[in-house]
């Protein structure tokens, strides 16, 4: 009987002991207390998903570095399911364009979490570019030839290109002898190097990313028309986030440029490629210039150049 009652103690005990564990301040320290945040990036340029996950590991290793929070990265099949996994709470935090940024805000899923800034400014810009060895010397050379484009949604491998196309008086229905919609800028690079294409419409960040990587054929290409200044790619957050936990992350960016143990390596941008650090706020008026390209690019001129695309697929 008494040893009976020993192991009740010892049992109670343990119970007990574990409870204090449970509730001690450095079992919940935040890292096991929190979640992690799910991050999901559009396909942009990568190339490959382990390339995308690659460019943006480094800034939100240091993030977490600085926060002890926790993120897990994964890349999104298009650009508008990065729009339906944080309207329906399926991603915390995104990277995406600005024309995919206006579109989540205005379904009230998003608000700006944070923007890269290089040089002082938080822009960069799209282009038109053919082979080297191209007759093609202007937007007007491209009437009657083959173009690639990105996503649909993409702001700088479609919305700013096709704007461009339509500010030249060239409608890319009629005039082009064929549209490619690749889906990534990536993509579209590679189908203008192996001679599918005439012409490709991508960033000159995604152009960069290739010429860096040696690409085979990415030296080999020129510029025919470069876009006006396109607001940076931001990182959104969801809008069910706690404020308190949004209003962390944000400072964590904007901050990470002077916060100790961070190097310069580590704050990325799109690309990968190196930025200054991060704003959490930008002027009023900053996503104007992608507001005014998406009124432009309508969306019945969006699903004429989708059936265009998709008519040159079915021959």
Known sequence: MRRWMIAGLLAALCVAGTAWLALSPRSASPRSAQPPLRVLLIPADGGTESGTLADYRPIFDAVARST?????????????????????????IAFVGSVTYLQAQKRDCAELLAVAVKSGRSVYYSGLFVRADSPVRSIADLRGRRVAFGDVNSTSAFIFPVAMFLDAGIDPVRDLSAVRMTGTHANSLAALINGEVDAAALSFDSYDKAVRA??????????????????????????????????????????????PGITPEMIRGYGGARVDGYVGHVPAGHFEPATRKMAQVTPALKDEMLRKSAERQAR
């Open 68 to 92: 002890a929070l926790r993120f897990d990265l994964k890349v999104a099949q298009s650009y508008g399911g990065v729009i339906e996994a944080m309207c329906n709470n399926a991603a915390d």
């Open 214 to 259: 040696n690409v085979p054929g990415a030296r080999d290409l020129r510029v025919i028309a470069r876009s006006e200044p396109i607001p940076y790619p931001p990182l959104i957050a969801n809008m069910r986030l706690a404020p308190a936990l949004r209003a962390r992350l944000r400072d964590a960016f904007e901050t990470i440029d002077r916060t």
